[in-house]
């Protein structure tokens, strides 16, 4: 029997382990390993955004980052009749950060004396305050970093859902709508009247709420009642063209938010008459949608330092998987980082296909397990997150697909990637690749560079089935790591130690008929 201390091995091959006088051999290979230079854009329109993210971030090794969001907004109801006389009190935008919800870092505050300023209504006033999740420098100086929001008008036409946008996108912004000092929380609002301790107001979700232009909005919206840019939605997204959403700083950290559910809110009273005659000025409200059908776009800059900049200009670009490369194409260091930076890409030497081929044809060996393990490289060695999965392909022209480890061995718990110790600086990443290399050796498959980025797979809602290749989160997932690549030239296609090596290493257990 062959006894493993990884307890990792998928079912595929396990039927050659066992009684049947085979002895098992566990080896690691050397790999060719490089970067892939997606020269920082990505795909990132509303198709591909199930979460946008929000700030900036700088740091020493893969520089600055700075997001911003754009969107479309349209009336929930067109040709609108606000009433007579109808003026603007106020304008919110409210957002939906993702939070921590965990007890110890949640606050809760009460008014008990809070006078409810429309009636001077004497109320309650309860307030809850949740801290944002954020990526990057929760505190710069000891301080909590700070983040300046602002919105602007966005002044070129954005055009419909279904085209394909791209982050480096350049958009014409116009009047600045409103900003707010952020100090990373949300906060969720109750308000009671103190007489029957009933509510006031809705009760406020948890959320960020920015105060807009009201003058803006009276004349850009509700002074334009019975005007044709108000009749149909055709014409209003082209006569109010959009909102940018972004932050003042260029260092501080990154925020999350589903984009549909941001909303943005026109309060303003009109004239009401009654039967008898009389006027009363009435509170009211109005909605624009800020959801899915309108175009949303995540556009991403970022500033890169010189090393970063050097090892790009030595990859080789395949944006596109269509690019072959060559053998002697290859890096010390591996940069992985989400929307839209580096990527990486593995080649496994001919000479240790042959040499494999040549076991499979003379000694019957079988390979029972397979997996690519990946080294975080000592100079990331900080407590900025690592991402905890990654995207896989192989480089195909024309073709995008699963590994076929993913299919073939999805009916026994098979796990694309396993990590190990991502919180330290000896972290590590095992790709699992045992169908993929079985199809290479023992069934003379054509052997094709694998490419790796960061990011997860997305699935079904309802079924929990993957939706495909092209389905994931690496348009908007922050994370990134150096790892580590060809440590060693003198090791191409060699066996090496895996308790010494650290190189981009291809680990493979297999049987061999005594």
Not at 50 to 76: H, W
């Amino acid at each position: 029997m062959l006894n493993s201390c990884e307890g990792e091995l998928d079912d595929l091959g396990s039927q050659l382990v066992g009684a049947n006088g085979a002895d098992g051999y566990d080896k690691a290979f050397s790999l060719i390993a490089y970067n892939v230079d997606n020269n920082d854009v990505i795909r990132a329109d509303g198709s591909k955004l199930d979460s946008v993210r929000i700030g900036a971030f700088s740091e020493p090794v893969f520089g600055g980052q700075k997001v911003s969001y754009i969107t479309q907004l349209r009336l929930n109801k067109y040709d609108p009749d606000f009433g007579k006389n109808a003026v603007v009190d106020s304008v919110v935008l409210t957002l939906k950060p993702k939070y921590e919800s965990a007890t110890d870092s949640v606050t809760t505050s009460t008014n008990e004396d809070y006078i409810y300023p429309d009636g001077n209504v004497a109320a309650k006033k309860v307030v809850t305050t949740y801290p944002v999740s954020k990526y990057g420098k929760a505190k710069i100086g000891g301080q909590k970093a700070p983040l300046t929001i602002k919105v602007k008008e966005v002044t070129d036409f954005l055009g419909g859902v279904s085209d394909s946008l791209f982050s480096n996108k350049a958009v014409a912004e116009g009047t600045l709508l409103g900003s707010k000092a952020f100090n990373g929380t949300v906060n969720s609002v109750k308000i009671t009247k103190d007489s029957d301790n009933s509510d006031l107001i809705p009760e406020i979700s948890t959320s960020l709420r920015i105060n807009l232009d009201k003058d803006f909005f009276q004349n850009k919206i509700i002074a334009k009642q019975g005007n044709q840019v108000l009749k149909d939605a055709a014409s209003f997204i082209r006569y109010f063209r959009g909102i940018s959403i972004s932050v003042e700083e260029n260092d501080g950290y990154l925020f999350s938010m589903a984009p549909n559910n941001a909303a943005l809110t026109i309060y303003y009273k009109n004239d009401v008459t009654a039967t008898d005659g009389t006027v009363t000025r009435t509170s009211q409200t109005t909605d624009l949608s800020l959801g899915s059908s309108n175009v949303h776009l995540s556009q991403i800059s970022y500033s890169r330092p010189g090393a970063y900049t050097s090892a790009m200009n030595s990859a080789v670009n395949i944006n596109n998987i269509n690019n072959p490369v060559t053998p002697n194409n290859y890096a010390n260091k591996l940069y992985l980082q989400g929307m839209g930076g580096s990527g990486i890409g593995i080649k496994i030497p001919a000479s240790t296909i042959d040499a494999l081929r040549t076991l499979y044809k003379n000694d019957k060996i079988a390979i029972v397990s397979a997996k690519i393990r990946l080294y975080n490289d000592a100079s990331w060695d900080n407590k900025y997150q690592k991402p905890s999965s990654l995207l896989v392909q192989e480089s195909i022209k024309d073709t995008v697909r699963f590994l076929p480890d993913m299919t073939t061995l999805a009916s026994a718990g098979y796990s694309l990637i396993k990590t190990a110790n991502l919180s330290t600086v000896d972290a590590t990443y095992d790709v699992g690749v045992t169908a993929t290399i079985k199809n290479i050796v023992e069934h003379n498959y054509a052997s094709h560079d694998l490419i790796i980025n960061v990011g997860s797979y997305l699935r079904s809602s309802s079924t929990g089935a993957l939706l495909g290749q092209k389905y994931n989160t690496r348009a908007y997932n922050p994370y990134r790591v150096v790892l580590q690549g060809m440590t060693d030239t003198s090791k191409f296609g060699e066996e090496v130690d895996v308790k010494t090596y650290k190189g981009a290493q291809l680990l493979l257990i297999y049987t061999k008929k005594k």
